[in-house]
């Protein structure tokens, strides 16, 4: 008697699905299995501390840019104009080391630049111009923005603050 019960449950339910909606009412849509003009998904860096950024940069006169008080991008740079700044980033739980594109030291590091690691990795920092505000003991800070384009990976943009010094 229970079985008869169940069998007929199981032809009611599958009734009522195969009936066309009411009027007005949205059917679910299956998934699709393969999207095809969806964009990549952006990268995203990962929060980094002393003891794993002080492994691949050099100490010294250098900048940070971090967002919701983490660090997020660390670049050093000798004050000589012919050098140019060694920074890291954490993505993907792997820390990659980046260079500037161009040279001028810690002056042009200070102001920001463009930064490319791994051959697919670029990054774009743009801070506030003007002096920056005093952040601490010989260091200053600005409002910045960081851009984070990995090849077929997608673009992040962030905002934070730059702060630079020693």
């Known amino acids: 008697m229970k079985w008869i019960a169940f069998a007929a449950a199981l032809s009611l339910v599958a009734c009522a699905q195969a009936e066309p909606p009411a009027e007005g009412v949205e059917t679910p849509q299956e998934p699709a299995t393969e999207d095809v003009g969806a964009a990549p998904a952006p990268p995203v860096l990962q929060p980094m501390v002393f003891d794993e950024f002080s492994t691949v940069v050099e100490p010294g006169l250098g900048c940070g840019f971090s967002a919701a008080d983490q660090t997020l991008f660390i670049a050093t740079a000798e004050p000589r104009d012919d050098v140019r700044a060694k920074g890291v980033v954490k993505l993907d739980g792997r820390?990659?080391?980046?260079?500037?594109?161009e040279a001028g030291g810690y002056n042009a590091l200070a102001e920001g630049g463009s930064f490319r690691g791994d051959a697919v990795l670029m990054i774009?920092?743009?801070r506030a111009p003007g002096e920056g505000t005093p952040s601490g003991t010989e260091t200053?800070?600005?409002d910045a923005s960081l851009t984070v384009t990995k090849d077929g990976g997608g673009?992040?943009?962030l905002s934070g603050t730059?702060?630079?010094?020693?």
Request: aromatic content about 10%.
């Open 124 to 126: 774009e920092l743009v």
């Open 155 to 157: 673009v992040a943009e």
């Open 95 to 101: 820390l990659i080391p980046v260079t500037r594109t």
């Open 162 to 166: 730059w702060d630079c010094g020693a």
């Open 140 to 142: 200053r800070a600005w």
